[in-house]
Each structure stands twice: as C-alpha cells, then as structure tokens.
Nanobody, 119 residues
Framework: QVQLVESGGGLVQAGGSLSLSCAAS????????MGWFRQVSGKEREFVAG????????SYAASVKGRFTISRDNAKNTVYLQMNSLKPEDTAVYYC????????????WGQGTQVTVSS
C-alpha cells in the first residue's frame, strides 16, 4: 500500500515552466514504477510520463516528449515532473500514480493537482 500526494500545481503563462512533485508514503518507494497522468473534465485520463523502479528508464506521451521530464529520488520517496514550454492544451489536473509493474496502468493514485496554462 502506498499513499501519494502531489504538489506544485498552479497558474503559468504559455511558454513558461512548472515543476510538480509527488511524495509517497506507506510503502517501499523503490518497489513501484511511477507515472504522471492528466485529465481534463469530460475527457479520458491520459498517460503523460512514466519511470521505472530505479529511474533508468522513462517513457513519455508524444504530446509532451521533449518538453516534460520525469525523474525520481528514491532516497526522498519522491517523483517529479518538470514541465517546460507549457501550452494552453497542457491545462489539466495532473495525477501521480504508482504500480508494482506497469506505469501505464497503475493501481494507486494521488488526489491530483491543477495546472492551468494561460495564453
């Protein structure tokens, strides 16, 4: 069992940057692959980025590749999402997620943090 808490969301202008953090507790952090997802009201939650147990492997949605970077610090039980060159279409609630095996089909979710990009 793991609990996830996101932070770092807010309002930013198009072209700007924002960094999200997700703190994990209640489990062995290094036992989980981690992911970031986002969701706009009325639309399906979509995969944004994933990272394996050690951080040696990452995966990104095509829409964010080259702009977003996922990373993790197992000593701090934290996963990060650095978002650069933000676009209005990046506006969404961003969720941190964890799973024993699959970052694209996670079993554990955080509460989400709102990211709004103004034009």
């Amino acid at each position: 069992q793991v609990q996830l808490v996101e932070s770092g969301g807010g309002l930013v202008q198009a072209g700007g940057s924002l960094s999200l953090s997700c703190a994990a507790s209640g489990g062995t952090f290094s036992s989980y692959v981690m992911g970031w997802f986002r969701q706009v009201s009325g639309k399906e939650r979509e995969f944004v980025a994933g990272i394996n147990w050690s951080g040696s492997s990452t995966s990104y949605a095509a829409s964010v590749k080259g702009r977003f970077t996922i990373s993790r610090d197992n000593a701090k039980n934290t996963v990060y999402l650095q978002m650069n060159s933000l676009k209005p279409e990046d506006t969404a609630v961003y969720y941190c997620a964890a799973d024993r095996y699959r970052w694209n089909r996670p079993n554990y979710w955080g509460q989400g943090t709102q990211v709004t990009v103004s034009s």
